[in-house]
């Protein structure tokens, strides 16, 4: 098996999501208490100490809340960018254990690939990821007030993408925030809404991929019938009516595979494909 994922927790009651590949297991993200990680580790049938590192998109409290408590009962190091650590009062210093990841860059861990790309968004150093192995590729981007061309570029390969759709614009009007909040998540700056998705999902999808996982609804802001529906929409009318889109739940999702394009290079995963 080249890849697979698994969304632990999804939205603003807390973010993480499981990734395998290439010998490797990661955390993106732990917005969840180390307790409730633990029992949905458990109920994947992972146990927490097998993990290898747990990553951060930014500092937020929904995607880091559980980060440190987690790390430290099992004993494997974070990493993110160096804003996050900082914005995160983890210290003034890097400390022995934190694995820097800074956008551009490429981390290795066993035969798994880690690419942080800068998204725009309003915290210290806020980063998508492009995980990799075997020949398949995953991105991951949540939290981000457009889809910039890098990102875009970056996600041109993927063979599954998670992407937020935090919101209807219309809800978000109408809807119990105070305006201050409202115009936060409707900059350059907040988040992505179930329009911008489906616009990228039209015309800016990498054409190998065939999974997309809409992750980070807002429970006020959006309905998950409308952001489905609204994804669906765009890429039937983007002609990738093979491209299937999963809801991801704020209890997470099943496992789902990644797999590859023609060229995966190992026996294994061209095996795997014939299935
Ligand atoms: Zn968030
Ligand atoms: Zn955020």
């Given at each position: 098996?080249?890849l697979?994922?698994r969304?632990?927790?999804?939205?603003?009651t807390?973010?993480?999501?499981?990734?395998?590949?290439?010998?490797?297991?990661?955390?993106?993200?732990?917005?969840?208490?180390?307790?409730?990680?633990?029992?949905?580790?458990?109920?994947?049938?992972?146990?927490?100490?097998?993990?290898?590192?747990?990553?951060?998109?930014h500092?937020?409290?929904?995607?880091?809340?559980?980060?440190?408590?987690?790390?430290s009962?099992?004993?494997?190091?974070?990493?993110?960018?160096?804003?996050?650590?900082?914005?995160?009062?983890?210290?003034?210093?890097?400390?022995?254990?934190y694995?820097r990841?800074?956008?551009?860059?490429?981390?290795?861990?066993?035969?798994?690939?880690i690419?942080?790309?800068?998204?725009?968004?309003?915290?210290?150093?806020?980063?998508?990821?492009?995980?990799?192995?075997?020949?398949a590729s995953f991105?991951?981007?949540?939290?981000?007030?457009?889809?910039?061309?890098?990102?875009?570029?970056?996600?041109?390969?993927?063979?599954?993408?998670?992407?937020?759709?935090?919101?209807?614009?219309?809800m978000?009007?109408d809807?119990?925030?105070p305006?201050?909040?409202?115009?936060?998540?409707?900059?350059?700056?907040?988040?992505?809404?179930?329009?911008?998705?489906?616009?990228?999902?039209?015309?800016?999808?990498?054409?190998?991929?065939?999974?997309?996982?809409l992750?980070?609804?807002?429970?006020?802001?959006?309905?998950?019938?409308?952001?489905?529906?609204?994804?669906?929409?765009?890429?039937?009318?983007?002609g990738?009516?093979?491209?299937?889109?999963?809801?991801?739940?704020?209890?997470?999702?099943?496992?789902?595979?990644?797999?590859?394009?023609?060229?995966?290079?190992?026996?294994?995963?061209?095996?795997?494909?014939l299935?």
């Amino acid at each position: 098996m080249s890849l697979r994922l698994r969304v632990l927790g999804s939205g603003s009651t807390g973010n993480a999501t499981l990734v395998e590949g290439g010998g490797a297991r990661i955390l993106v993200d732990a917005g969840l208490g180390p307790r409730q990680l633990r029992e949905r580790l458990g109920s994947a049938g992972v146990d927490p100490a097998s993990v290898d590192l747990v990553l951060l998109s930014h500092e937020h409290g929904d995607h880091a809340r559980g980060a440190v408590a987690f790390a430290s009962k099992w004993g494997m190091p974070l990493g993110g960018t160096r804003g996050t650590w900082q914005a995160a009062g983890l210290g003034a210093e890097d400390l022995p254990g934190y694995e820097r990841l800074e956008p551009g860059a490429t981390h290795r861990l066993g035969k798994l690939a880690i690419r942080a790309i800068a998204v725009p968004h309003d915290a210290a150093g806020p980063v998508a990821f492009v995980i990799s192995a075997g020949g398949a590729s995953f991105g991951h981007a949540t939290d981000l007030g457009h889809l910039s061309p890098d990102l875009v570029g970056a996600f041109q390969g993927c063979h599954a993408v998670l992407l937020e759709s935090n919101f209807d614009p219309a809800m978000l009007r109408d809807g119990p925030y105070p305006w201050s909040l409202k115009e936060r998540i409707l900059g350059p700056l907040g988040h992505l809404s179930n329009g911008d998705v489906g616009r990228y999902l039209e015309q800016g999808l990498g054409a190998e991929c065939r999974r997309v996982i809409l992750a980070h609804l807002s429970q006020k802001n959006n309905h998950p019938d409308l952001a489905l529906l609204t994804a669906e929409e765009a890429l039937q009318r983007g002609g990738r009516g093979e491209t299937s889109v999963t809801l991801a739940a704020p209890g997470g999702t099943d496992w789902i595979q990644v797999r590859g394009g023609a060229e995966a290079p190992d026996a294994e995963a061209g095996q795997l494909r014939l299935f």
